[in-house]
């Protein structure tokens, strides 16, 4: 995380990508899920409808 | 199949700007501020948490307390201020504060004629509770007009299966925004090329992964599964001959839950990612290993962890300021 620092400190352009990235994506669906949820006192609107199945080589 | 993804990630953020929600650390949710024995006796402690300075203690029974580490009359930071189990008294005017609560009870400055309110005064304070060895801080959104309009959940705690336990712990300081630390967490891909060794895993050990995924309060878990075949932890607990099975969930805020059954034995281990400022964040791993010799599983498994986060080199990159823990630290309770 250290070593990844020293990169983020120069604004790159990032990506995330699928399917190994997918879950990273639906933390940041979450975040704003739950922030517009308190801004409209709407009950929150969850990022995954169902189960899915995601597919990686590690 | 590659897709570019969200506009949404974060790769810096802007210096300067005061707490808010623009910083991209959420509000109304409990955080490990410290660990429970960093308080002891009438000593005060400091943390951050979310940009917001914090003076941590203990009152005269052993319940923490949190304020916001800065007196209300001038800004001087309570933490250099003297504490009787009670009070907090602020070291420059000498003024008083209800460690629990925060409201002012003395202004040794005012005349015998004075109409000023001083029970109108307060110094920001914050709930405590604590679990697992952490004073946890529950931190209200500051751009709450009102109170909370939900009721406060309970401070997360980690499932106890059994009497007979060990905990173990494990931190680092990482030097970036709190979602780097987050998405880190739940990054599969990363293992190979960080987490090698001879007897585990490299990138010649790489092979397809299918995993199941399901929506949860807050978050969203990996379902109950049995483990991949070139996972560490799992190899080592193969000796027993039992089944193996584990679940995975993230939740919002911060946190990965990860609950391990092999025969009789539960392995549950909890890690967050705590904001910090913008620019630094704090992981904690926290375990609970129960009715299982696994001693040297964890003692592996944490060495993996440390491999993760490099020590220091002598080359500096040009940083300036003091240089955040990233050296991990252990202990077990």
Known sequence: ?58 | MSEVATPSLQSSVSPGSSASTDSGMLWDFWYPAVRSRQIRGRALSTAMLLEVPLVLGRDAQGRAFALRDSCPHRGMPLSFGHFDGITLECCYHGWQFDAHTGRCTAIPSLSGDSRLRVERIFAGHFPCEERDGYVWVYMPDPAARSGPTEPMPPAPQLPTFSERYRLTHLWAELPCHVDHGIIGLMDPAHGPFVHQSWWWRSRHSIREKEKKFEPIANGFRMSAHAPSANSAPYKLLRIYGQPINTTIDFALPNMRFEQIRCGPYWFSSRATVTPIRRDLCRIDFRRRVEHLPLGAVCGVDLSRLRAQIPAPGPADHGKAGPRPRTQPQSDAD
């Open chain 1, 1 to 58: 995380m250290e070593k990844q620092a020293l990169g983020l400190a120069h604004s790159p352009n990032l990506m995330l990508i699928d399917d190994a990235d997918r879950p990273a994506k639906w933390y940041f669906q979450l975040k704003a899920a739950h922030l517009e949820s308190k801004r409209t006192g709407a009950p929150m609107r969850h990022p995954l409808d169902g189960p899915v199945t995601l597919r990686w080589r590690s």
